[in-house]
């Protein structure tokens, strides 16, 4: 892959990866480049955070960037001293039992964006959802919400990613489409009617989005749509990754959001977030173009088998 002139030189990006809660890279020149916060719960769709974050860092390896790990005890002001940027990618859809939606996407905001003051550095990036809106009842979306304002208020240049949801590769499918897969012939569970639409957006598109986001600082800020270039169905979605005989089996809609106030393993802000059709606003398929990423199709990373 050809690296952008922009992208060269002294600026550093972060990566996130799998359980470990907080990042920093050091640029070519053994400065801090960029740091990240990153906090997943132990399971549920944004664990997809975590794929984004090591597509990240597989893009970053042809950079001059070194990315390594910080354990929780380490300061965050200190780890992010002589940062050009700031990668925030934590965040999760299924919080682990000693979480909650707030500590998971909005206290560790808090954390960062109080870190950085006078940090000197020059931007941040914050991977959100699509469906963010702090009027929400559901606390994900509005948590997500609630932390785009608090990172723009921070008075660093920002910017933030809408994101619909997320697919990896064949070989490396991610949360959402692991749930998708059926396995010995099984049918796959779908929640609702299967109709739901989403404008789904590949993994190493939204990488390649948040790496020149980080490291070109002519691209623009403020709070961008980021989808892919298709919209399809959930059963559309799962026939595609796993063939066009596979057997769908729908879980009601009324049942998935009865089921969602008793069952910890199926909360009820994610069965709310499933249900709901995901679609960009029109105009979005700009985004990419600005930050200089190249949209892949579902069949183009998930060929038909």
Not at 5 to 22: H, M, N, T
Not at 285 to 291: D, I, K, R, Y
């Amino acid at each position: 892959m050809t690296v952008p002139g922009a992208l060269r030189g002294r600026d550093g990006v972060c990566s996130p990866d799998a359980r470990e809660p907080e990042k920093y890279c050091r640029d070519g020149s053994g400065g801090r480049g960029v740091r990240a916060r990153v906090e997943h719960g132990t399971g549920g769709h944004h664990r997809c955070l975590r794929q984004v974050g090591t597509a990240l860092r597989a893009r970053l390896a042809g950079l001059p960037n070194e990315v390594r790990a910080l354990t929780r005890g380490d300061d965050v002001a200190t780890a992010s001293a002589g940062a050009s940027a700031v990668v925030h990618l934590a965040g999760t859809l299924f919080p682990s039992r000693s979480d909650t939606y707030r500590a998971a996407n909005l206290d560790t905001v808090l954390a960062t964006v109080s870190a950085l003051k006078d940090s000197g550095v020059r931007r941040v990036v914050f991977l959100s959802y699509l469906g963010a809106d702090e009027s929400s009842s559901n606390p994900y979306l509005r948590y997500k919400a609630h932390a785009e304002r608090l990172i723009h208020a921070s008075g660093i240049p920002a910017v933030v990613f809408r994101a619909a949801h997320i697919f990896g590769t064949p070989d490396a499918p991610g949360p959402t489409v692991s749930e998708m897969l059926s396995f010995g012939g099984r049918p796959v569970t779908v929640l609702g009617p299967g109709t739901q639409r989403y404008d789904w957006i590949a993994r190493d598109d939204v990488a390649e989005a948040l790496v020149h986001a980080a490291l070109d600082h002519t691209t623009p800020t403020g709070t961008y749509e980021l989808a892919g270039p298709q919209s399809l169905s959930v059963d559309e979605f799962v026939a595609q990754v796993n063939g066009a005989d596979v057997r769908i089996r729908h879980l009601p809609a009324a049942l998935a959001r009865l089921l969602g106030h008793v069952l910890p393993a199926l909360p009820s802000p994610l069965v709310d977030v499933m249900l709901r059709d995901c679609l960009s606003s029109p105009g979005a398929g700009e985004t990419a173009a600005l930050f200089g990423a190249t949209l892949h199709r579902l069949d183009e990373v998930w060929p038909a088998g």
